[in-house]
């Protein structure tokens, strides 16, 4: 077996070193065609389609992997290097057909960046031993590699001169190519829907773009008199308007993946899974909300709407919370109403550091950051997502929290995929009577009813509970984009698959106006109702809406803002991200005792992610519930000062309580 292995080993070698420019080609048409298979998750019409209808681009994929192929000539490990490009292009193909499986959305350069925060929520895409299988497989697929570079041949007598030359040329020629692709537009940078890029350009084109296009390009007439000019026309139009500043508090609710299902065309329900979110709409202002993604990307639509900036100025599949905003601070609905005395909570029951949010909130100008290490969570989806009703209390609690008037945002994670193609709901509320032929599609669109009808719930008990406070309160709801339901524009009532509804709430009087509007002019349409004028982008949205020049001024403002001089500032950025707080209701201990076995600690506002400190060691803690923390009797000691920390699973300490000293105090 030995002896056959090698001589196999030994014959690929001998092909490589004759025709490696032809192995290059094989390997690269091979390639593009997996890539597409596993890209649109079928080996049908679909992939054979793409190739007859669009030939150029199919060919074009094939250039890009040949083009990585090429550095094999000039290397010794050819081999070796063969398996190494092989494997890298294959585990983009196999991760975007898992990532397509679990969430609609194909995989980007961008999810690379990304990692770190969808490792801790994994589980709720993929089982423990699923996660142990994949784990398993890394750790066989990283020794392989290190036998492969210690025993695979290595060429011996190569000729770098020739070689080097053949690789300039492929380089060369590559280039021109891409330049002729732009030109005669087969090819763009301008992607803005990343689902139907993938299926008109193919998986090499479009993960290769989003890895080299970030960022907002500099415009071509980019310069300090320019954005002066874009201010003056804002300030021209703005004087005109007038009337009296109203200060309400301003609560923003985005619902994960929430969208009128009832518009989906055949599909009947039992009843209506969204009663209090139709009732609303008739009432109060409302319409559909055209957001930035489909199927996921949460946090670019909470990034639009936040603020006032639009996503199709950046690059391909960017998420700005990985990217540019990890280092810069900006304007925002935060930093604009905390001019006019307001404090600004983002609450999410979810993990903070989901999206890197625990980082970005600071430097969008938030005060506040309540995440679900902050809550005391006991109602879980069968999926493991926590349910939304947690928000109502979490959301009073952070107008409790101040005397003067609050600017919050709050992002719900129930109705988040993956949603079960099996019957895993007894006894649902909603259930779907007809309109689906297909069981699986009908399990799932019976998960997401039922969870849908359980948000509307919180809709209703948060409306009800402001009533009662009676304060001056502005409440927009509305979705962050469309569930992975395999619902396209064909299938909907109303507007496209981007479209999600949304009503404004309030106790003021406000004049009903209905509409369809962007999500990053959301924040400046409700300021507007309330005269609040300052801010670049909110005041720009409410003069230049309609305007001639109005996405190219946009773009202007948005690169000066974040990549530029910022001369809407006179060149010095007026923003320091915040020192945030976690969690409104801080931890504290207020008792230590022991028993026969453990020491319990007694407190308020403990919640499952507590971690009892001795001297910044941590040790082992068992939660009980919000009051009562159990540890060892080993591990604590007479005398020892201990602290109780909130820690993320990043991990990241969140909050921290006040130095308590335990004394050793039997139970009573």
């Not at 009832?262 to 109060?284: I, R, S």
């Not at 106790?507 to 801010?535: C, F, P, R, W």
Request: charged content about 20%.
């Amino acid at each position: 077996m030995k002896s056959l292995v090698k001589n196999i080993v030994s014959q690929i070698g001998k092909w490589i070193e004759k025709v490696p420019v032809l192995c290059n080609i094989v390997l690269a048409f091979g390639m593009a065609f997996l890539l597409e298979v596993l890209g649109r998750q079928t080996f049908d019409q679909g992939v054979f389609g793409f190739v007859n209808d669009r030939t150029k681009m199919f060919l074009y994929s094939a250039f890009i992997i040949f083009v990585t192929y090429s550095v094999v000539l000039i290397v010794k490990r050819r081999l070796f290097t063969y398996i190494i490009v092989t494997l890298v292009w294959s585990v983009i193909g196999i991760v975007n057909f898992l990532m397509l499986s679990a969430r609609n959305t194909p995989f980007t350069y961008v999810d690379v960046t990304l990692m770190k925060s969808v490792l801790p929520v994994m589980t709720n895409y993929y089982s423990p031993s699923a996660i142990i299988f994949m784990g398993a497989l890394i750790l066989i697929v990283l020794v392989l590699l290190v036998v492969g570079f210690l025993y695979l041949p290595k060429k011996q007598n190569l000729q770098y001169k020739r070689n080097i030359l053949a690789v300039a040329v492929i380089f060369a020629a590559f280039g021109v190519t891409t330049v002729y692709g732009f030109r005669s537009n087969m090819l763009t940078d301008r992607i803005g829907n990343i689902r139907i890029a993938y299926g008109d350009y193919g998986t090499p084109y479009c993960f290769s773009i989003t890895a080299l296009k970030n960022g907002i390009d500099k415009p071509s007439n980019y310069s300090e008199e320019k954005i002066d000019q874009i201010e003056q026309k804002t300030k021209q139009a703005q004087n005109k308007k007038k009337g009296r500043v109203r200060k309400p508090n301003i609560i923003f609710v985005q619902l994960e993946s929430h969208f009128d299902i009832t518009q989906v065309k055949g599909v009947k329900f039992n009843q209506d899974p969204l009663p209090n979110f139709h009732k609303y709409m008739k009432e109060y202002s409302s319409g559909q909300l055209s957001m930035p993604s489909y199927g996921a990307g949460t946090a670019n639509s909470e990034f639009e709407a936040i603020t006032g900036m639009n996503l199709d100025h950046f690059g391909a599949a960017e998420y700005p919370y990985k990217t540019v905003l990890q280092s810069t601070t900006t304007e925002s609905m935060a930093t604009l109403l905390k001019e006019d005395g307001y404090t600004a909570h983002a609450i999410h029951n979810n993990s903070a550091a989901f999206y890197d949010r625990d980082l970005v909130f600071s430097q969008l100008g938030f005060d506040t950051f309540t995440s679900k290490e902050c809550m005391n969570i006991k109602k879980w989806t069968e999926n493991g997502w926590a349910k939304d009703t947690i928000l109502t209390g979490c959301i009073l609690n952070a107008l409790d929290s101040t005397k003067g008037q609050d600017y919050i945002y709050t992002i719900s994670v129930q109705g988040h995929g993956d949603y079960p193609k099996t019957e895993i709901i007894e006894n649902p509320k909603i259930k779907v009577l007809g309109g689906i032929k297909d069981e699986a599609l009908k399990n799932k669109y019976t998960y997401y009813a039922n969870q849908v009808y359980q948000m509307d719930q919180f809709v209703g008990d948060l409306v009800n509970a402001l009533k009662k406070r009676g304060e001056d309160t502005v409440l927009v709801m509305y979705g962050d984009h469309l569930p992975s339901l395999e619902v396209d524009d064909k299938d909907l009532t109303y507007g496209n698959k981007y479209e999600t509804s949304y009503f404004i709430w309030d106790n003021m009087g406000l004049k009903k106006k209905d509409g369809v509007i962007e999500a990053y002019q959301l924040g400046s349409d409700i300021l507007a109702k309330l005269n609040i004028k300052n801010g670049v982008m909110n005041s720009f949205h409410q003069t230049r809406q309609g305007t001639k020049n109005y996405q190219k001024d946009m773009k202007a403002l948005q690169y000066d803002m974040l990549y530029g001089k910022q001369y809407v500032w006179d060149q010095k950025n007026p923003f320091q991200a915040t020192d945030i707080s976690f969690g409104i209701r801080k931890v504290n201990v207020t008792k230590a005792y022991e028993t026969e076995n453990s020491i319990f600690i007694e407190g308020n506002n403990f919640t499952n992610f507590c971690q009892v400190y001795v001297d910044e060691t941590k040790i082992n803690t068992t939660f009980h519930n919000e009051h009562l923390l159990e540890v060892s009797k080993k591990d604590l000691k007479k005398g020892d000062a201990f602290t109780v920390k909130i820690v993320s699973k990043a991990p990241r300490i969140l909050q921290t309580s006040g130095e308590y000293v335990y004394q050793g105090v039997k139970q009573q």
